[in-house]
Nanobody
């Protein structure tokens, strides 16, 4: 499994960015996918988790209503549309995948076996 995240950049508060996570070696129908982020001096935290069984994504309260997740199965790519960005959204964003993660562990980065190289998002005030 390989994941490649891209799309980060510098944006002013209130702006938007769309992150991409190009995946190979996996099927979204079999893997739990997630976006995590890590700000300087802070622990890695989950942003959103989407289960292979479908259903609504599980969003962190800090981004709920501002971010949208989508999947392009033809391109095997996961997208994270980030709107109304705030300076506190500044972090390195990572996509992650797991085929075997248990429900109680889906918000824990240790539960994911595959990680993409992060992409930096910087939101200026």
């Amino acid at each position: 499994v390989q994941l490649q995240a891209s799309g980060g950049g510098l944006v002013q508060a209130g702006g938007s960015l769309r992150l991409s996570c190009a995946a190979s070696g996996l099927s979204f129908s079999r893997y739990t996918m997630a976006w995590f982020r890590q700000a300087p001096g802070k622990e890695r935290e989950y942003v959103v988790v989407i289960r292979p069984s479908g259903g609504s994504p599980n969003w962190a309260d800090s981004v709920k209503g501002r971010f949208i997740i989508s999947i392009d199965n033809a391109k095997n790519t996961l997208f994270l549309q980030m709107d109304s960005l705030k300076p506190e959204d500044t972090a390195i964003y990572y996509c992650a995948a797991s085929r075997t993660i248990i429900l109680s562990n889906i918000y824990n980065p240790d539960g994911y076996q595959s990680w993409g190289r992060g992409t930096q998002v910087t939101v200026s005030s």
